[in-house]
């Protein structure tokens, strides 16, 4: 990992801008977004087939079923069984894997409709440095284990996944498989499809939390006494990010009705100098958010509303907390980005998320984590962004886009951000006016709690279904 030069990313902070005036960034390419496509298959069998056992030994093999690459961090596997007692604890052990230990995981979950034969899981995942499966291909012979924390023999007979005359591969549909997020093979015990968004106990989510922020973005105007009642502070007050000299203009942020849905929509317009650029900013006044499922639904745009197109332009959804000294270790910022015209040396349209350890503004130093595609992003995205105990998940539309490492996980709560912003007016020459606008739906945030997409929008459906336009349970830190 390489630190771009100062004069090809480097940017001001973004949302602590709002809060104590602009610093610089820059962000590091790392790993191209994931493509999660076609289906899966699970071959199991077991290698402790007694009705009893110390230890239960499920094998798999996971093979590509469908016609694109597979990246096997998306992938999900779910062994399900009757814990032996209401208090027991169990562990997890991989003892050889073709793809290598230490890319497998294990984690225990609960399920939400007890049935006979199962109240628990096993989830099998993956890290991101497990690779891919090609289309035809499987990960071969995964020999895996869990017993029980106390060493008490295992009952085996009741487990809804166990087959103990299955002792060579073959497939198996009492495990199921998940794909980002959505189940691709298998049946669960009936009532707790692992797609399900009712299903409390995902295995990736902390104990407890589970209180939410969500907003529809239902206002009149910026100047609505209901914005700061609900948390929010419309940015007026100047600094960076962008172009020295600019104003942050809270009137161009407005809630019109798009398509009978109201939303939330940031303006930055220009004529090609300083004095006339307005730009802006929504921020959650309170830095209470940290580990658990950051959602937004968010309309980037190529082109300018009005006026000639070319100028560097910053999109953005994200959350962040201040820098209290250089190079301290307990910032963070954890970024979506979209620049529609290039900037920062790039020649045209490319999206980042960039995961934050640290920076030092001068000399400029940074450590961060990033992935990136040069693509267009133009139009509405159901961006989702996933803190837990291990890693950072940037979803975009459903998928995967970047997985980045436990190193760069939040110390300290942070803010959420929104805001639209120019790098500089290099980007064209044009005299005349133009304005862009990036448009918001929802925004929500789940504490402690990490949800698949498809899991964030059955949530936001529950909450318009319900006539819910904000609710805010998440406690100050």
């Known amino acids: 990992m390489s630190n771009r030069p100062p004069t090809g990313r480097r940017r001001v902070a973004l949302a602590l801008s709002a809060l104590l005036g602009g610093t610089a960034l820059v962000a590091v390419p790392m790993s191209a977004p994931a493509a999660a496509a076609g289906g899966l298959a699970v071959q199991y069998r077991t290698s402790a087939s007694g009705a009893t056992a110390d230890q239960s030994e499920p094998w798999f093999k996971v093979r590509n079923t469908g016609s694109a690459s597979v990246q096997l961090s998306q992938v999900r596997i779910r062994y399900y069984f009757k814990a032996d007692s209401a208090s027991a604890g169990y562990r997890f052990a991989c003892s050889w894997a073709v793809k290598g230990c230490a890319n497998v995981t294990g984690t225990f979950g609960t399920l939400a409709h007890p049935t006979a ?56 549909n009492k495990v199921t498989a998940q794909l980002a997020g959505t189940t691709v093979w298998g049946t669960a015990p009936a009532g707790n499809d692992p797609t399900d968004p009712t299903d409390p106990t995902d295995p990736t989510d902390p104990p407890g939390g589970g209180q939410a922020l969500f907003d529809d973005f239902t206002y009149a105007s910026y100047t609505d006494p209901a914005i700061s009642a609900h948390g929010w502070n419309v940015r007026s007050n100047s600094g960076g990010p962008g172009v020295p000299g600019a104003t942050w203009d809270p009137s161009k942020v407005t809630f019109p009705v798009v398509s009978g849905n109201k939303v939330m929509n940031l303006q930055t317009s220009t004529s090609g100098t300083a004095e006339s650029t307005r730009q802006t900013e929504v921020v959650s006044r309170s830095t209470k958010f940290k580990n658990g499922t950051y959602a937004a639904r968010v309309r980037f745009a190529d082109a300018p509303e009005s006026g000639p197109d070319g100028d560097h332009l910053v999109q953005t959804f994200f959350t962040i907390n201040d820098l209290t000294a250089p190079m301290a ?56 962004l996933t803190i837990d105990s291990g890693s950072i998940k940037y979803f975009i539309d459903g998928q995967l886009f970047g997985t980045h490492d436990a190193q760069y996980l939040p110390e300290r709560p942070m803010s959420i951000n929104f805001n639209q912003w120019l790098i500089d007016l290099a980007g064209q020459t044009a005299t005349g006016a133009r304005a862009y606008n990036e448009q918001v739906d929802y925004v929500l945030h789940v504490k402690d709690q990490v949800l698949t997409p498809a899991q964030v929008a059955a949530k936001v459906a529950a909450y318009r279904g319900a006539g819910t336009g904000f609710v805010d349970e998440v406690p100050a830190p």
Do not use: K
């Open 329 to 384: 270790d307990d910032y963070a910022e954890y970024d979506f980005e979209y620049l529609p015209n290039g900037g920062w040396g790039e020649p045209g349209n490319i999206l980042y998320t960039t995961s934050w350890e640290t920076y030092n503004p001068d000399p400029w130093q940074a450590v961060n984590q990033h992935t990136e595609a040069r693509q267009s992003y133009a139009g509405w995205h159901d961006l989702v």
């Open 117 to 172: 034969t199962a109240d628990r899981y096993l989830e099998i995942g993956f890290t991101s440095t497990a690779g891919a499966l090609a289309p035809g291909a499987d990960t071969g012979d995964m020999q895996l284990r869990f017993y029980q924390s106390s060493w008490q023999t295992l009952n085996q007979a009741d487990d809804y996944s166990f087959n103990g005359a299955q002792t060579s591969y073959a497939d198996w």
